[in-house]
């Protein structure tokens, strides 16, 4: 059993910065792919970055030189960092984990004003 909290959105101007973070408890030990998506009204949820516990990382094409995934296994948790934030960035952000089993946060709203 797993439980995630996402933390960190808010409303940013465009070219800003937001980090976002997910926390983990539970049975840490056996989540192997950590993630973060993201999802607009009338739109499929889509994922944004993804790292294995391998240290494998994947990311959408339209963030890529922008966002930035991490870990810090001492503390359970992973992270999102955004730079360049650009308004088509504006969703509900997920963070994810899987054992393989699917686990996912609560949901935190990122807002970009141009």
């Known amino acids: 059993q797993v439980q995630l909290v996402e933390s960190g959105g808010g409303l940013v101007q465009a070219g800003g910065s937001l980090r976002l973070s997910c926390a983990a408890s539970?049975?840490?030990?056996?989540?192997?792919?950590m993630a973060w998506c993201r999802q607009v009204p009338g739109k499929q949820r889509e994922l944004v970055a993804g790292?294995?516990?391998?240290?494998?990382?994947n990311y959408a094409e339209s963030v890529k030189g922008r966002f930035t995934i991490s870990r810090d296994a001492a503390k359970n948790t992973w992270y999102l960092q955004m730079n360049s934030l650009k308004p088509e960035d504006t969703a509900v952000y997920y963070c994810?984990?899987?054992?393989?089993?699917?686990?996912w946060g609560q949901g935190t709203q990122v807002t970009v004003s141009s």
């Open positions: 539970g049975n840490t030990f056996s989540i192997k792919l």
């Open positions: 994810f984990g899987a054992t393989p089993l699917n686990y």
């Open positions: 790292i294995s516990s391998g240290g494998i990382t």
